[in-house]
């Protein structure tokens, strides 16, 4: 059994989340596990686990000015723009992308793709991705994502390289 106590000289204690309690932010194309939040790691780090149908859109060309962003392909391919550069990601490849690094990301053309994502430092990011599973739902204004990008600092960024490759594979 995990202790809810940290270590000795630990900055928080064990983060434990079962798959079946796992939070789960469901939209048209997209299945996203919150697995843990900053609020619970003294803001060491934010992970959720997504799971994208075949042809789905993960995120538009963004970047973070703080966080590092990882990626670990559970199964399936993703397809990732990293700066100008698109590379397909497949089950057990790994990303880190740094912070001010424009990048975004889709399940590969004819693939469907679960990836592990890890935020550091992390920062309260479940809301955001609760209020994405909304607008792509249809019940909130997108606006509402650009008016937070400085609070879950997540910036959008245009991307041709990106469109491209979007459109190409349509």
């Known amino acids: 059994m995990i202790e809810d106590t ?5 900055p928080f204690p064990p983060v434990l989340t079962r798959h079946a309690e796992a939070e789960i932010c469901a939209d048209p194309s997209s299945v996203i596990r919150l697995l843990a939040d900053s609020d ?4 060491g780090f934010t992970s959720y686990r997504s799971t994208f149908a075949e042809g789905a859109v993960g995120a538009p060309a963004h970047f973070h000015t703080r966080a590092t962003e990882l990626f670990f392909v559970l199964s399936g391919s993703l397809r990732v723009l990293v700066g100008e550069e698109i590379t397909v990601l497949a089950a057990g490849d790994f990303l880190a ?3 001010r690094t424009p990048h975004a ?3 590969a053309a004819g693939c469907e793709a679960d990836v592990l994502f890890v935020f550091t430092p992390g920062m309260g990011r479940f809301d955001y991705l609760r209020l994405l599973g909304r607008v792509m739902r249809g019940e909130a204004d997108a606006k509402e994502i650009a008016e937070s990008a400085d609070r879950f600092d997540n910036h959008y960024v245009d991307s041709p390289v990106w469109r491209a490759a979007l459109q190409a594979a349509s």
Do not use: I
């Open 6 to 10: 940290p270590a000795v000289g630990a």
């Open 40 to 43: 619970n790691t003294a803001d």
């Open 97 to 99: 992308v740094p912070p």
């Open 105 to 107: 990301f889709a399940a």
